[in-house]
T-cell receptor, first 111, second 112 residues
Framework: DADVTQTPRNRITKTGKRIMLECSQTKGHDRMYWYRQDPGLGLRLIYYSFDVKDINKGEISDGYSVSRQAQAKFSLSLESAIPNQTALYFC??????????FGEGSRLTVL | LAKTTQPISMDSYEGQEVNITCSHNNIATNDYITWYQQFPSQGPRFIIQGYKTKVTNEVASLFIPADRKSSTLSLPRVSLSDTAVYYCLVGGGLTGGFKTIFGAGTRLFVKA
């Protein structure tokens, strides 16, 4: 089983709909992250959390929100999806030394 | 935040050693250097991390000069399955993780 699990793996939705992407991990890391990747580009940080009570915005947080329900769970929400949020979304965890461990990704298409 | 510069793409042949160099001129004292590998539609995979000098693991070596303004990822005897995008990141460590910024990476294409 994967150490970092994302659900759903694929989702097609319409403009204006609320979408939640979920992430759970069994690595025991306190730090969790959400990244977005667009075709041919690197990853951009949306939000990160260093523990259950800590939430921080990344470089592209507008239009997104997150919830850290437990040490092992970190969800990303799009309150009102728009087409330019069509992308591949990755959840990641890290120990204090900072190396990132990624999930398999959630491909979101907003029509 | 430290930015990185690496070649956009590289070609190699099976069995050769591949060296990918990354420059990070404004690396901070607390920053680590970390390399990741990414295959299409998959999450990046951690390869190696270092702070200074040389680090080696079962898949790669990382060479970091004394000034730490650059680093070189060395992949020994590449195979076709090493065709991927390789990212150099600076940040992490006890104060980072969130400071790691992904650039466009280096697309390595290994030919038979």
């Amino acid at each position: 089983d994967a150490d970092v699990t994302q659900t759903p793996r694929n989702r097609i939705t319409k403009t204006g709909k609320r979408i939640m992407l979920e992430c759970s991990q069994t690595k025991g890391h306190d730090r969790m992250y959400w990244y977005r990747q667009d075709p041919g580009l690197g990853l951009r940080l949306i939000y990160y959390s260093f523990d259950v009570k800590d939430i921080n915005k990344g470089e592209i947080s507008d239009g997104y929100s997150v919830s850290r329900q437990a040490q092992a769970k970190f969800s990303l929400s799009l309150e009102s999806a728009i087409p330019n949020q069509t992308a591949l979304y990755f959840c990641a965890t890290s120990p204090v030394t900072g190396e990132l461990f990624f999930g398999e990704g959630s491909r979101l298409t907003v029509l | 935040l430290a930015k990185t510069t690496q070649p956009i793409s590289m070609d190699s042949y099976e069995g050769q050693e591949v060296n990918i160099t990354c420059s990070h001129n404004n690396i901070a004292t607390n920053d680590y250097i970390t390399w990741y590998q990414q295959f299409p539609s998959q999450g990046p995979r951690f390869i190696i991390q270092g702070y200074k000098t040389k680090v080696t693991n079962e898949v790669a070596s990382l060479f970091i000069p004394a000034d730490r303004k650059s680093s070189t990822l060395s992949l020994p005897r590449v195979s076709l399955s090493d065709t991927a995008v390789y990212y150099c990141l600076v940040g992490g460590g006890l104060t980072g993780g969130f400071k790691t910024i992904f650039g466009a990476g280096t697309r390595l294409f290994v030919k038979a």
